[in-house]
């Protein structure tokens, strides 16, 4: 009996899979238990529409990411900080730093967790940073980190 998984089970198959189950697995545990539907032509059209909905929604936020990445080609965002007479920053700019940063000066809200960043920047001047803004969208922005 082909069913249509309603959840992820281990060792069977993920949310939204298409599977041939035995008609007494089907019957006598995924149907109550509420984990799966009958692949009928109902429930076939509907997980089409969701999966076209989803690809929908990937579609636009793919865009908006490469929106954000050709806005950020264009910033260079200056950060001020405490530093040494050597150019040696007290501390570092961190990656939330320059998330704050980013939204205080250009009003554009990214998370610190999708800022690339190796290590934290100790020194003055500009260095460019890489933001993952997107499954293969890749922004870089300047960032300019200057004394006080």
């Known amino acids: 009996m082909k069913v249509i998984l309603k959840a ?5 198959g993920k ?9 007494g697995y089907a019957r006598n ?3 109550p238990k509420n ?4 692949a009928n032509s109902e429930n ?11 690809k929908f929604q990937k579609n636009q936020e793919k865009e908006e990411a490469i929106r954000i990445s050709d806005k950020l080609k264009r910033i260079s965002l200056r950060i001020k900080v405490k530093a040494g007479e050597n150019g ?3 501390g570092g700019v ?9 939204e205080l000066q250009h009003g ?7 800022i690339d960043l190796k290590e934290t920047i100790k020194t003055l001047g500009v260095h460019n940073v890489e933001i993952k803004l997107f499954e293969g969208v890749i922004g870089i922005l300047k960032v300019d980190v200057v004394s006080e």
Not at 35 to 38: D, G, P, R, T
Not at 44 to 54: E, I
């Open 29 to 31: 545990f995924l149907f």
């Open 94 to 102: 961190s990656t939330k730093e320059i998330s704050k940063e980013l």
């Open 8 to 12: 992820d089970i281990k060792g069977v």
């Open 108 to 114: 554009i809200n990214i998370d610190k967790k999708k």
């Open 44 to 54: 076939m059209s509907k997980l089409k529409a969701k999966q076209d909905s989803l």
């Open 35 to 38: 984990l799966a539907v009958e």
């Open 88 to 90: 040696k920053i007290f």
């Open 15 to 23: 949310k939204d899979e298409i599977i041939n189950a035995s008609d």
